[in-house]
Structures are given as C-alpha cells and as structure tokens.
C-alpha cells in the first residue's frame, strides 16, 4: 500500500489519502473523501510511511477525463513552494487558469470528427487577444503546419547565424545571448523557434511587458501561423483556459507571453527563451514571488531543455553565470544590416537655465523635426508633478492611506497615490487654508508634455504604465506614432523596451538620476540598463541616431559606462562593490516584510521577531521601516537577509519554521502582523 499527499480542490492544505492497490501516479486526478462528502484532488507527491496519528481513507477512485500534470511539472511546483517559501496549494493555483474546466472529453470529440470529415459549426467564435493589436482565429487541425509559403524568411547575417548555430549544438542547456539594441536577437529566437517545432518540439517565448506583445504576435504569427497560443493577464478566464488546453493537449506547442507564462504545459518542450531577462518583471510581487528566469532554469534541469536568456544590458547576476562556466555567452556587436548605433551626448544640467530641456536638446530636437524625423523624450515619472505645495501655509497633499505625497494628473485633474490607487479631485486650492498660491515640484510627463508644446507646434503624446494597460493602448498610440500621426513620443520606462521606430532619431533622457538615486544596491544597473534601452530606440532605421542624456551627476561612472557604451567596464565596477558589501552574486538574498494596522504593535513584534530569527551562519540587517513606510493603511518593517548560498539554504527551514509558527498562532495583541517572504527580493521598497 501506498500513500499520497494530495491537494483537494478548494482548500489550502495537502491531506494524506491511501493507495490500497498501488494504483496511482503523481499528477493524477482523483476522487477522494472530504469532511463526509465527495471531493476532488491532485495527486502531489509520495507520502513515506504508514504510522499516521491520524485515519487514513483511501482514494475514491480516478477521474480519468480531467487535467492530468505530468511528475516533472509536479515537481516543479512543489520546489516553488520550498524554493520561495510559500503553500502548495496557492502555487498550484497561481500557475493554471482559474476556471479551467475543460475536460479530455471534449478533445477527443474534437478530433474524432476531425478525422471523420465531420465540419465543425459555423458559430466557432474568435478568441480576442485584449492587449494585441489583431484578432487570434481560433487554431487550425492539430496536425497541420504552418504553410511555408506564406512565413517573412528571415535572411541572417553572419554574426547571427554563428549565434544560432552555437545554440543549436546545445553544448549546454544554458545560452546568454548578449546583442547590442537592434542587433537582430528576435530574428535568432525566431530561427530557433522554426526549428524545434519543425522536430515537433515546443518552445516557450517570454516577454517581460504585455505591452510588447502585439508587434511580436504579428511576426511570429507570419511565420507560425496560429501554431501559437497567447498567454497574459488581459485574457479573460475563458480565453486564457482555452489557450492553455490547446497546449496541454499539443495543439498548439509555441507560447507566445509574459511571465506566468513559463508554466505553459507546452508538450515535448525544447526552448523557454526569456526576452530582456534583465527587467524586474520577471518576478512576482505577490506569492508565490517566483522569477521567471529561476522557474525555467529548474524547468531545464527536469524537463531536459535549453533556456536561452537575452539582453543587451544583462542582470549582473546572469553574466556572472558566463564567468562561473554556467552559462554560455553569445555576443552580437553589431546592429542588424550594420546600422550604426547612436551617439551618445551627456549634457549637465546644473548649467542650465531650463529645468526640463538642455539648450542641446532643444536644438537637437528642432533639426529633428525640420528633417521631418520623430523624437522620444524619457522620464521616469508618471503624471504632471510629485507634488503640489501651498506657499500661503506650507501645507502638502498626502494620500490619507499611504506615507507618501499624492502626485497630481492634469490631463484628469486629479492627485492620485501611485501606492494605493487613492484619487481626490484637484480644485486648485490648498486642501488645508484655501490659498490659490499653489507649487508644483517634480516634474512628470504630463509636464514634460505642456513645457515641450511651448517650444514646438507639433502632435504630442505621452504614455505610461497606467495608459499601457488599457485595451486599445496600441491602436491608439503605437500604431499612430509609428504611422507618424505624431512627431514626439513622451513616456515612462514603457517606451524603454524592445519597440521598433525606424524614425526615431532622437531620444532624450530628460533626467536620468531618477533611480540612480533610490537607496538600492542595484540603482546604478538599473539606471545603466534603462537609459541604455531607451537610447536603443533611436537610428533603428538607415537614419543615424542621437541620444541626449541630461544629468546632474555627469562625474557618475554609471553615465560614462552608458556614452561609451562599455558594458564590460560597467559589470567590473558593479562586481567590485558587490564583492565588498557581499551583494549578489556573492550572496543570496531574503526580504522579510511585516505590516500591521497597528503601529505601536508592528514596532514591538519586529524587534521581537528578530530575535527569533537570530543565526550566526547569515547576515541579518533590520527591523527597519520601509522606505515607504505606510501603504493602504499599514504600517511596514523590513528585515533583509544575506548569507552564502548553502548557508542561506540551510537558514530557510529555520526561518520557515518560526514563520509556520508565528503565522498558526494567536499571539494576543500581535496577531495582526502579517508576514511575507521574498527570496530573491528586486525590490527592496
């Protein structure tokens, strides 16, 4: 007899069952006793032993037409939950679509009427794709292939194929593809992709924004047909069940997504391709806090795959990787069809009288215009100003949850909180004494956007986070500038990644100190990686490129690494200070978050709580408060953690032990302090 832990659908524990005829497999669907009624589960993992405390029932019987998970994609959850420190069952929710009820059933009528001749209905609907720019027609027969008549052959340079062909000799199961902006790396994944389906092989393609799907939907579309299934969170729940089961089954074996995406159930996987495997979006910020890029490394080593990372600015973690013989390093020096890349010009502001655009910007962006070429302007900033002073009293409007000051939004006059999402009406007086003499301070985009219209009578438009997520974000704004509806593009970090404007000569970096100087110790790659992707948009085309970067700190080695485009010189700074401090990569990481609605309460536990988790073996630095000390209502304490991989390894199971413990009892008075975990923490706000 055997015995197996197994996840009931609808609850929040694993309960142990019987298996008298040793009849069962892990990752089968089966029908179990539940609290006197009939209940449904998911077969996890071996339970050793048979001297329970407790009875033990045996399992009810199969459920043979529903989902069944291969062992390999078990275990990748269960390492998940170990791994990040989070409940099972949470993270078997979190990595399939809610509402998933198709059943094996309705397939094999599928096919069984496909090989009969028999017509399907004519009120097959379409599948809308919300974020993309086109629909997705629903998927062809399971056995056809794309018509190769109709795939945009892609002609590689010889550069790029020396990088195809090095990953296809799979000498190692781990490729960091390092290639300039614009140096074709799409092309390559595109190539590598085509290969693998055409051995029947699957390949799993992220991105780290939704808004970068819908130029990549269109071109993998032209080459794969409707082979590919589209994975992101602007599905509905139907959309989304219905992707994934056309992979689950092999009808589809290309995904085409961003982050939750690495859990596709893709069949004979060969690929997962992380796209920009720098950007922080990779990682969850709400459990389970998995990172993509970890996710498929383990992937890999179950499922027998190649991940291949790209970027032309990596994480230093990941190029650290190529010098510790992890990691393969491919590099593409150059931009595809030899266009060059652009200049780069760094212009001190403490010099200058106008406080958004240089005297250099401005001139460069008026000959921009007369040669009847587009500009992008970045900032970092969402809205009109962070904040707005009364001079009369001094008073500042704050958001009444959040430590933090309400930005104001002039294209809705309104302040918003950009912790909470709190807005309140801008009446153009002072909240507290009525004055109309009003400050604004920090400048946004929608600031950048009305000063820049002072100097020049052209289109203007500006797009952040917030506009990126409606649905017809790139209808509207894209597609318009691209087709030159408008002359200058101003935008947030949403502009900064992977979009293609081949009349886009000039970008402005209106200030790059913005995160340089958060009180991060990856602030300085960060800045080197934004500014230098937001300086990849310009002189994509046969037009050359400029770039003009203001600063108040040009002395930065960060800024002097950007304009010489040296990244080499850059990572052997970054690694020197982490060497010293023992930041990553010499040193693994843990975040401990703590809140509570009461603050006195929060600030009593915190120091208490470290105490428990006091080791020798790991540094712990802490209680502290946030930087952003209260958000909806609740007062936050960090504590941050650093050791050595095994060591930290080791000092997991104590912590998760005292967090068991912590979080099961009823400590009077403390009880409301909530707890989270992040390994591998990116944000340390």
């Not at 799993?204 to 924004?209: D, G, K, N, S, Y």
């Not at 589809?252 to 690929?271: C, D, E, H, M, W």
């Not at 087709?483 to 009349?503: D, M, R």
């Not at 428990?612 to 408060?625: F, Q």
Request: charge should be positive; aromatic fraction near 10%; proline fraction near 5%.
């Amino acid at each position: 007899m055997r015995y197996y832990k197994i996840f009931v659908d609808n609850t929040n524990a694993l309960f142990t069952y019987a298996d008298p005829e040793d009849s069962y497999e892990v990752g089968e669907r089966v029908k179990v006793p539940f609290r006197g009624k009939s209940g449904k589960g998911t077969i996890i993992a071996p339970e050793p032993g048979g001297d329970f405390s407790f009875k033990v029932l045996p399992i009810a019987g199969p459920l043979p037409d529903e989902i069944r998970l291969p062992a390999p994609y078990i275990e990748l959850l269960v390492w998940i939950s170990d791994y990040y420190m989070c409940g099972l069952p949470g993270v078997f929710r979190a990595v399939t679509p809610k509402n998933l009820k198709l059943k094996m059933t309705k397939l094999l009528q599928k096919k069984h009427a496909a090989e009969v001749g028999i017509p399907e209905k004519k009120s097959r609907r379409k599948t809308r794709i919300k974020a993309g720019v086109q629909e997705a027609v629903a998927a062809e027969s399971p056995d056809s292939i794309p018509d190769e008549s109709q795939a945009i052959h892609i002609s590689l340079t010889s550069e790029q194929e020396r990088a195809r062909d090095e990953i296809l000799r799979e000498e190692k199961k781990l490729y960091l593809l390092r290639g300039v902006t614009g140096s074709g790396k799409t092309e390559i994944y595109i190539e590598l992709i085509k290969h693998a389906f055409s051995e029947g092989r699957g390949s799993i393609f992220l991105v780290p924004e939704i808004s970068l799907t819908p130029q990549l939907i269109t071109r993998f579309r032209k080459t794969f047909g409707d082979h590919i299934a589209i994975l992101h969170s602007h599905l509905t729940p139907a959309e989304r069940s219905r992707e994934w089961y056309s992979l689950y089954t092999g009808e589809k074996k290309i995904v085409l997504g961003v982050r939750s995406a690495v859990f596709a159930p893709v069949q004979n996987l060969k690929y997962i391709i992380l796209d920009e495997e720098h950007e922080t979006t990779y990682k969850q910020d709400a459990n389970p806090r998995y990172h993509a890029k970890f996710v498929a490394l383990k992937r890999s080593r179950l499922e027998n795959l190649t991940v291949v990372l790209g970027s032309a600015t990596p994480s230093i973690e990941s190029y650290s990787y190529t010098e510790t013989g992890l990691c393969a390093l491919i590099n593409l020096d150059r931009r595809y069809n030899n266009s060059l890349l652009p200049s780069i010009e760094l212009v001190d502001m403490r010099g200058e009288e106008d406080l958004y655009f240089s005297r250099n910007l401005l001139r460069e962006i008026r000959d921009a215009l007369l040669r009847k070429e587009q500009v992008i302007l970045f900032l970092n900033r969402k809205g009109y100003s962070t904040y707005i002073q009364c001079t009369d009293c001094g008073y500042v409007e704050e958001c009444p949850h959040c430590s933090i000051k309400f930005s104001y939004y002039a294209s809705r006059r309104v302040f918003k909180c950009n912790y909470c999402g709190e807005t309140k009406a801008y009446t153009g007086k002072c909240g507290k004494c009525g004055g109309t003499n009003l400050v604004h301070s920090g400048k946004g985009i929608e600031r950048v956007e009305e000063e820049i219209k002072k100097y020049f009578d052209v289109p203007v438009i500006s797009v952040d986070s917030d506009k990126a997520r409606e649905r017809d974000f790139y209808d509207q704004v894209y597609g318009d500038f691209a087709a030159g509806k408008y002359s200058i593009l101003i935008g947030t970090q949403v502009v900064a990644k992977g979009l293609h404007f081949p009349n886009v000569t000039l970008v402005g970096v209106i200030n790059a100190d913005t995160i340089l100087n958060f009180p991060d110790f990856r602030s300085a790659e960060k800045t080197y990686q934004l500014i230098t992707q937001v300086a990849g948009r310009a002189g994509r085309g046969d037009k050359a490129g400029k770039v003009i970067v203001q600063t108040y700190q040009p002395e930065n080695y960060t800024f002097r690494c950007v304009i010489e485009s040296d990244y080499a010189r850059f990572y052997k700074k970054e690694m020197e200070t982490r060497r010293l401090y023992c930041y990553p990569p010499f040193s693994k990481t843990i975040n401990i978050g703590l809140s509570s609605a009461n603050e006195a309460s929060l600030e009593r536990f915190a120091k208490e709580f470290r105490k428990r988790i006091a080791d020798s073996s790991v540094t712990i630095l802490g209680p502290m408060p946030s930087l952003v000390y209260r958000v909806k209502d609740r007062y936050r304490y960090n504590i941050f953690i650093l050791g050595e991989r095994k060591a930290l390894t080791l000092y997991k199971r104590k912590l998760a032990a005292i967090v068991d413990k912590e979080q099961d009892g009823d400590r009077s008075g403390e009880k409301n302090v909530r707890i989270s975990i992040d390994i591998d923490p990116v944000n340390l706000i």
